[in-house]
């Protein structure tokens, strides 16, 4: 108890960072040895009655009394306990507000000389204003950290006069800085720590409304995240109880089973990794999902390293493409070179070649039996009618139902990176306003660029160079420059008659009879039988028309034997009638005569060579040149050349001058439906104008071909073998042909060669002697004057 | 070395005493938990319907050489105040100290139960 002059000497606890305030209890562990010899010399004393002042400077380890603040709280030291390590816990509870005096040192520790001071007790209407105001504050403030104490704290509040009493207790309630705890409890008047207190307080209730505004926003947006995790961990459990298992997580256990044992290359293995993870993060449910993997499903499947191995067996190569084509010297010698580089040098380049060739005469299934003879796996695509880039690079993933393009689904397909692959129909390639497939054939077919050719749903490099491209082309004309650059050509051109038998007799016949269900005894046509359904039934470079005929015979007689006729059959020329119908074409195509002013040309066409004739007549009265049949510009150009070169030449010809002047002409070349362009025409309309001018026909067993010049010069053209099969089709035993085109006649069958007589010109003046006998004994008769 | 101040509050600046009220034929018993408090510490006041009990409750020193091993003993002064349902005014009061126990006893003038 105080004394009379309420002055007491009591031991001094000092404290840091907060202030013991009156009417709080203040558990304390103290370790301080001049703390516990406070302690324990105010527990000696009958009140246990302790004075506990704030230290300013919470580092300084035995404050002086500068040390110290000078106002502190008397308490009264409720409970104690000693804990192990020298450690005592009290539990303090503050009393009343006093003075230091005076500061001695007892020992170790301090004792203060205090005096209560206590805060005047006033009233006005501003302090009951302010109480109401720190109140409300204060229970709003707790609301915020402790909603569940408010309601209790205004009811306190509210009860409560005591304004001093009211500033104590809300005081601790705050986390209050240790200079604004202090200046509460040294405030000198009511009024004044009640301001004060409005003043933290207001600020704190800022502080925390910003806090919980923050709180509450990041609240909502994680219950937002929140609520779709656990619905889709509830979806997860509802297909898991369905299935029986984890769809998802098998699907992903699956790929990843499948990605340890595929081969891959590092930079698509790290790829693929990257995209697991991806997808490992995504719901089932998004529609990435299923994009991301469909895609890496296509990864795993591709055959990044698998590789066929090269059968190198050159006898056996050679054996397996003679036994599947005939003929064809050109090409098999070209693939057995190349599997002869291969021996040596097992990492060549695989060549990429182009195989021209009118339609039936076996381009495809060259394709076939080369993928035999290396022993490799064989892919075909057709490039007919194709006019969207995409459809050979692929769409890029973020399209709706993406996928790769023909190409790369080829080699998925073939399962290997080597496979044999065919890109049929090359000339026949569109494009239209989605791009040139035909420019993105350009970096697949070169050699350079294909090593990592880049198909937009991948996104990454895959390795074509081990592919064995082959193009197959019907015409080179609509191939563009830069393609046909990157292409090994190799011709192949019409088959001849002879070749057509054999060819019939070794493949044809067995197949048709095979597919048909006959025994090869059942069935048999004879050499002369084929020529005629050559000559009669069909008319084509290739086989495939014999093919079909041959089918029409063979199931005939299957029907027969169907029908119980079983003895076997032998088909003649003569009863071809009876099997195939009346003949379709005929040798008599072949015009008997020929009158004035008609030549019979060569062409060159896709489906191999044709006999055609050109006629000119003289239209009297008639001015200047008509020309009808379809003509080409080209065509229509070299018909204008020949008549100037007749024109020119008259005197030498015998021709009469104004004929050319009181003549129009006209020259024709049937078929007239069908479109004809070329040079090669123009030495029949040179023969055929000469003959319609001298009015001496051209002989009607000759036929040719050849460019010629205004000067007269007879240039080469193409196609020779084509057309000497035709006029040789067609009954013509004698071609005149360019001089320089005589190096192609080794193209020819032997007997072919041997059974034609071939006369090569040089000058178109060689061409009319050989072609019109009365313009030969013409220029005979001139020689010799 | 002070630890971890933890604030707890207290509504009064001393201690109090627990007690039981025992309704009476003549009024009421007030039993209150004081051991160890000399009854020359203690003051009573009625007030209306209030009675308070006030004091003090000193230490002391058994023997010398002692010192605290640990302290639950509610020292220093002590205040409670109880609030009954009648008018206590007039009431005779007597203080009783027995085994540590005081017992207050308030017989009140016509009171009834």
Redesign the interface.
């Known amino acids: 108890m105080s004394n009379a002059d309420n002055v007491q000497i009591l031991p001094v606890l000092p404290i840091k960072n907060t202030v013991l305030f009156p009417y709080m209890l203040m558990p304390l562990s103290v370790g301080r040895k001049s703390s516990i010899a406070a302690i324990e010399a105010a527990l000696a004393t009958e009140e246990k009655e302790i004075v506990v002042v704030a230290q300013r400077d919470a580092s300084v380890e035995s404050p002086a009394l500068t040390d110290l603040y000078s106002i502190g709280t008397k308490a009264v030291i409720k409970k104690m306990a000693r804990k192990p390590e020298g450690v005592l816990e009290v539990v303090l509870l503050g009393v009343e507000r006093v003075v230091l005096i005076k500061i001695e040192q007892q020992g170790i520790y301090q004792t203060a000389r205090i005096k209560p001071l206590p805060l005047p007790q006033d009233k006005s209407t501003e302090i009951e204003a302010l109480h109401r105001e720190v109140g409300e504050l204060a229970a709003r403030a707790l609301e915020l950290i402790q909603p569940q104490a408010a309601d209790e704290l205004r009811r306190l509040t509210a009860g409560s006069k005591d304004s001093v009493k009211l500033v104590y207790t809300l005081a601790p309630m705050f986390s209050l800085d240790l200079d604004k705890e202090q200046a509460l409890l040294e405030a000198p008047t009511v009024a004044e720590s009640l301001r004060l207190m409005h003043s933290y307080l207001s600020h704190e209730l800022q502080v925390l409304e910003l806090r919980s505004k923050i709180a509450s926003q990041a609240q909502s947006e994680m219950s937002k995240e929140q609520r779709e995790y656990l619905l889709r961990q509830q979806l997860r459990a509802i297909q898991k109880e369905l299935s029986g298992e984890n769809p998802e997580e098998s699907e992903i256990v699956l790929l990843r089973e499948r990605l340890s044992k595929a081969d891959l290359p590092e930079d698509v293995r790290k790829e693929i990794e990257r995209e697991l993870t991806k997808l490992e993060r995504l719901p089932n449910s998004s529609p990435d999902y299923h994009v991301t993997r469909t895609y890496l499903d296509f990864l795993v499947e591709l055959p990044w390293k698998a590789a066929t191995e090269d059968v190198i067996d050159i006898s056996r190569a050679r054996q397996v493409l003679d036994e599947d084509h005939y003929d064809l010297r050109e090409v098999k010698e070209r693939i057995l070179e190349h599997l002869g580089v291969l021996k040596l040098n097992p990492s060549a380049k695989s060549p990429i070649l182009c195989f021209v060739g009118p339609p039936g005469v076996g381009k495809t299934s060259l394709g076939q039996s080369i993928a035999r003879a290396l022993g490799r796996k064989f892919e075909r695509l057709s490039l007919g009618g194709m006019h969207d880039e995409a459809e050979l690079r692929g769409h890029r993933r973020t399209y709706i139902g993406a996928m790769p393009g023909r190409v790369i689904q080829a080699i998925r397909r073939a399962g290997v990176n080597n496979p044999v692959f065919m890109l049929d129909e090359v000339d026949k390639i569109g494009y239209d306003f989605r791009g040139d497939p035909a420019s993105a054939l350009l970096e697949i077919l070169d050699p350079e660029q294909n090593r990592t050719f880049r198909d937009n749903y991948l996104d990454l490099p895959f390795d074509l160079s081990k592919v064995f491209f082959i193009t197959t082309a019907n015409t080179l004309d609509t191939i563009p420059r830069p393609l046909l650059d990157r292409m090994e050509l190799l011709r192949l051109p019409g088959y001849s008659e002879e070749e057509k038998v054999e060819i019939a007799k070794r493949y044809l016949i067995p197949r048709q009879l095979k597919e048909t269900g006959l025994a090869p005894a059942d069935c048999g046509i004879t050499d002369d039988a084929l020529k005629a359904i050559i000559a009669q039934y069909t008319r084509e470079a290739g086989v495939r028309q014999l093919e079909r005929a041959i089918g029409r015979i063979a199931r005939k007689v299957a029907l027969r034997h169907a029908e119980g006729h079983t003895e076997a059959v032998t088909v003649t020329a003569n009863d071809l009638v009876t099997w195939l119908g009346p003949r379709r074409f005929s040798p008599e195509q072949r015009r008997k005569q020929l009158p004035a002013g008609v030549a019979t040309g060569l062409a060159w066409t896709e489906t191999g060579g044709d006999v055609l004739y050109v006629e000119a007549t003289l239209l009297p009265n008639g001015r200047g040149m008509t020309l009808t049949g379809q003509l080409g510009e080209v065509m229509q150009e070299s018909a204008r050349a020949a008549q100037s070169y007749i024109w020119s030449h008259a005197e030498e010809l015998g021709i009469a001058r104004d004929l050319f002047r009181k003549y129009g002409v006209h020259i024709h070349v049937p078929s007239g439906a069908i479109p004809k362009d070329g040079p090669s025409a123009g030495v029949t309309m040179a023969t055929a104008l000469a003959s319609v001018y001298t009015k001496y026909p051209v002989r009607v067993d000759t036929a040719m071909t050849g460019e010629i010049t205004l000067t007269g010069l007879v240039l080469p053209v193409g196609g020779i073998k084509e057309k000497v099969l035709a006029a040789r089709r067609v009954g013509i035993k004698r071609v005149i042909l360019p001089l320089e085109n005589k190096k192609d006649l080794t193209e020819l069958p032997e007997p072919v060669a041997k059974e034609m007589e071939f006369i090569f010109a040089e000058k178109i003046e060689d061409v009319l002697n050989a072609a019109i006998p009365q313009l030969g004994e013409h220029f005979a008769a001139r020689r010799a004057s | 070395?002070?630890?971890?101040?933890?604030?707890?509050?207290?509504?009064?600046?001393?201690?109090q005493p627990a007690a039981d009220i025992y309704r009476t034929r003549s009024g009421w018993l007030v039993k209150y938990d004081l051991a160890g408090v000399r009854t020359e510490d203690i003051e009573v006041t009625v007030a209306g319907s209030q009675i308070t009990i006030g004091g003090?409750r000193?230490?002391?020193?058994l023997e010398d050489g002692c010192?605290?091993?640990?302290?639950?003993i509610?020292?220093?002064?002590f205040e409670r105040t109880l609030e009954l349902p009648c008018d206590l005014d007039g009431a005779e009061v007597k203080v009783e100290g027995r085994d540590g126990i005081l017992l207050l006893r308030l017989i009140c003038q016509g009171e009834k139960p």
């Not at chain 2, 000193?58 to 020193?61: E, F, G, T």
């Not at chain 2, 509610?74 to 002064?77: E, P, V």
């Open positions: 070395m002070v630890f971890g101040a933890a604030i707890h509050r207290s509504s009064e600046a001393f201690w003090f000193r230490d002391w020193r010192s605290h091993y640990s302290m639950e509610s020292y220093n002064r």
